[in-house]
């Protein structure tokens, strides 16, 4: 079962929610480690083997062109950035067949109504 890590930038409650009423194996970055910078962030996620859950676009170009294929993102584009709205977001996702994909090795960007996905193979 995939685990995931929530970058600083999102709220605990986003921890509990995917915890609590998801079953989800999540940590927060917000409430254990903070003052990371990207590219440590990254390292602790493919140590821990878990996927980065973020709105920080930066992940994707760590993604590509340093580390494709090493660690997942989940990367959020979302207009509204309220935990009610990223949680609807997730839990839209997490309910979806698409969650069957290697996320441990893709690239996922999720908006209010699409989900881009990015495989380490993909060109």
Not at 16 to 36: C, K, N, T, W
Not at 59 to 77: M, Q, S, T
Request: net charge negative; no cysteine; aromatic share 6%.
């Amino acid at each position: 079962m995939t685990s995931f890590l929530l970058d600083a930038n999102l709220s605990p409650l986003t921890e509990r929610f995917l915890s609590e009423q998801l079953g989800i194996d999540v940590v927060s970055l917000a409430r254990d480690e903070l003052g990371l910078t990207d590219p440590e962030v990254a390292a602790l996620a493919r140590s821990r083997g878990r996927v980065v859950i973020t709105f920080d676009l930066d992940f994707g170009e760590l993604y590509h062109l340093l580390h494709r294929g090493e660690f997942g993102v989940i990367i959020l584009r979302l207009e509204d950035q309220t935990v009610e709205s990223v949680n609807r977001v997730l839990d839209r996702f997490f309910s979806s067949d698409l969650t069957d994909l290697d996320l441990e090795h893709s690239l996922v960007v999720l908006d209010e109504d699409r989900v881009r996905i990015v495989r380490s193979g993909d060109g």
